[in-house]
């Protein structure tokens, strides 16, 4: 029996799969069963740390979160003492980016606690995913307010315009409900089953921004709801350990920052991505593809799960004209399902748009603008073009990326066609990484398809924590709103990142708990997988 209580799933080859183990390998057979399996070593002192760590972010983000000018919060006393006195904003700044460093501390310990992932780590992953997103859910906004531009949207459906064609400056007062002036003009890349339920948000809050704010939340929330069900089966699925890929996904704290706290809508994308998986994989393809073709309507991204859909529904070992016809097949219901969502509100198939379209520019931290910069200043110091040049790199890679899920859709059969959701996770991985664009949370997109099939207790999981601490800085830093009108003699971004950068230094250097995690067996810990716990 699982942990769950009910019987470990089937692989595709109709077999059980391997018993888990802690480093993200299945046991070996001779392995397995054994027993004087250690208790869970105190969890409880990791959860109840990052249940302190959320709190100080709930606290901090009343001073410098995203609070819309229309919101009644505003004319509060306090609110206006944390958010206009010099004192009041310097303490929230310090409790956000502090808290948030103490969420990422408390991760990495929670996994550390449950090294070998014994009996009842997956009840207490699940008890950290809801004390740390307690406090999230309350949270004024924070790393984002991408939240307020779900609101103009759903105000924009309410007065019988669309989405795709119209950006919400046409409304009325649009800045009072704080969306960022960015999305003014801006047309909507969301599906059109994201735009129903914007507009349900708006039909019951009446655009109230705090109630919109919530229920947008509540939304994210379910789709967190969905990983923390169906990662562990899909992990048990391929032999590993439920626990653990549920810890390394949803227990991240930039997983519950973005989909909880920033009420990202990416939250419910993921959700419904996850779960449309499981059930192809487990034999209900047609529920599947349902699910995913809700996914899309969220974000149309997940359009690129759709081959790998198509595959698990072939099944193992499928013939190649078996795979072409349920290719197909996946491709009429989903696509005859988002044209016909089109229709209430004359939405039109917006949603392709909303792909074909994507947003101009590129960030300084994605591997694709990083590396068209430094080859726009070296081609401009050679008198050429640079900026043509870069422009055309970034391109090269944006199509790269697509074409190798084009080859994970070919590759890996025989032998290896068991590993279709590893080629999904892998697909998936390669367009957002190769994607002139990289925001946070885009991470969060591909994680758990991986997390499912193995990260391994090397370099693997080493590049989680980085990328992970990466951003949770860079949120914390970035994110911070001070109204325009206040004048403060500091810069409320250099005081996050001296206390993020300095939290840093203590967990890397100090910290006798985790100050090995990145330095522990030197180079050859990188890239060798650490020894599997001695069985008694």
């Known amino acids: 029996m699982s942990e769950s209580g009910s019987p470990p799933e089937l692989t595709a080859h109709g ?44 606290v901090g983000s009343i001073g410098i979160g995203w609070i819309a000018l229309g919101s009644p919060m505003v004319r509060n006393p306090l609110v206006i003492a ?17 808290g948030a460093m103490l969420l990422m501390r408390s991760w990495v310990r929670l996994g550390q606690r449950l090294t070998g992932w014994p009996k009842g780590s997956l009840r207490a992953v699940v008890i950290a995913v809801l004390a740390w997103s307690l406090p999230l859910l309350l949270a004024v906004p924070i790393f984002s307010r991408d939240v307020y531009a779900y609101i103009g949207q759903g105000r924009l459906m309410e007065a019988g315009e669309n989405p795709y064609t119209t950006g919400i400056s046409t409304l009325d007062n649009w800045f009072m409900l704080g969306a960022d002036p960015a999305w003014a003009e801006s047309r909507t890349p969301y ?42 089966k899909l992990a048990a699925m391929h032999g590993f350990d439920g626990a653990r890929a549920l810890w390394l996904t949803v227990a991240n704290p930039l997983f519950l920052i973005s989909f909880v706290a920033s009420a990202h809508n990416d939250g419910l994308m993921v959700g419904l991505a996850v779960a449309g998986t499981y059930f192809a994989a487990t034999g209900r393809p047609i529920r599947g593809i349902l699910l995913v073709t809700a996914s899309i309507g969220i974000k149309p991204i997940t359009i690129l799960l759709l081959p790998f859909i198509g595959l698990l529904w072939a099944g193992t070992n499928a013939s ?90 070919f590759w890996g059969e025989g032998r290896r066609s068991h590993r279709v959701v590893r080629r999904m996770g892998l697909a998936f991985a390669a367009v957002v990484m190769l994607s002139p664009i990289i925001q946070p949370w885009y991470i969060l997109w591909f994680l758990p398809f991986l997390a499912v099939t193995g990260i391994k207790d090397n370099w693997q999981v080493r590049v989680l924590y980085v990328v992970t601490g990466f951003f949770v800085i ?55 997988r650490r020894r599997r716990r001695r069985v008694r």
């Open 320 to 409: 190649w004209p078996r795979k072409f016809a349920t290719w197909a097949g996946t491709a009429i219901l989903s696509f005859g399902l988002l044209l016909l969502s089109g229709i209430p509100y004359d939405l039109g198939p917006g949603w392709i748009l909303a792909i074909l379209d994507p947003t101009p520019g590129f960030t300084g931290y994605s591997p694709s603008g990083f590396l068209s910069m430094q080859v726009n200043r070296i081609a401009d110091a050679l008198g050429l073009p640079g900026g043509d040049i870069a422009a055309a790199l970034r391109n090269t890679l944006k199509y790269l990326g697509i074409g190798i899920v084009v080859l994970l859709m």
């Open 191 to 232: 599906g059109p089953v994201f735009l129903w339920l914007a507009h349900l948000v708006v039909e019951v809050t009446g655009a109230q921004p705090d109630l919109s704010v919530l229920l947008f939340r509540l939304l994210s929330c379910a789709g967190v709801a969905l990983c923390v069900l169906y990662v562990p």
């Open 15 to 58: 077999s059980t799969p391997a018993t888990p183990r802690a480093d993200g390998e299945p046991l070996p057979a001779e392995a397995r069963s054994v027993p004087g399996t250690p208790r869970v070593p105190r969890p409880l002192i990791a959860i109840v740390q990052g249940l302190i760590g959320s709190l100080m972010m709930f």
């Open 474 to 528: 860079f949120g914390a830093q970035d994110q911070l709103s001070v109204w325009p009108y206040i004048e403060v003699s500091f810069n409320v971004s250099t005081i996050a990142y001296v206390v993020a950068l300095a939290f840093t230094g203590y967990l890397m250097f100090l910290d006798p708990h985790t100050k090995h995690v990145l330095i522990e067996g030197g180079p050859r810990g990188w890239f060798e």
């Open 82 to 98: 944390m958010r206009t006195e010099g004192w009041g904003i310097v303490i929230s700044t310090v409790l956000l980016t502090f």
